[in-house]
């Protein structure tokens, strides 16, 4: 069998692998190929997560308007029909803050949008 003389690079390989996998469970943090496993795995998480994320909080968005639009005595789905209506751009992320932290504001808001559909409903 030839001599291979890498030792430098292969080390520094490893090492990077291990320091990934650190905070893993017993062989999973020490042991070269089942950290390269866990390392390898837990990066297709990250990956795929990342997008997931996205939808999650979108999600999580559309259920605060929902709730706060319910509260003030209108659909969700009229809502955002209103509120495309009316020309008032305003994205989910926005709309779901303002009706956490500032419900008379999202009251406005939804008033104006009713407002926009009784004109709609007249014509």
């Known amino acids: 069998m030839p001599r291979v003389k890498n030792s430098v690079a292969t080390r520094r390989r490893r090492k990077k692998v291990l320091k990934l996998a650190k905070g893993a469970y017993a062989g999973r943090s020490k042991l070269f ?10 990066m297709n998480y990250s990956y795929r997560d990342r997008r997931v994320k996205k939808r999650e909080f979108r999600g999580l968005w559309i259920a605060r308007i929902n709730a706060a639009v ?19 751009e305003i994205d989910r992320k926005v709309l779901a803050d303002v009706a956490a932290n500032d419900p ?20």
């Open 104 to 123: 008379a504001g999202f009251t406005a808001i939804v008033d104006r949008v009713r407002g926009g559909l009784g004109q709609a409903a007249a014509q």
């Open 70 to 88: 319910r509260a003030n005595g209108l659909k969700y789905s009229e809502f955002m029909h209103g509120l495309k209506q009316i020309g008032l």
């Open 33 to 42: 190929k089942s950290a390269k496993e866990t390392v390898l795995r837990g």
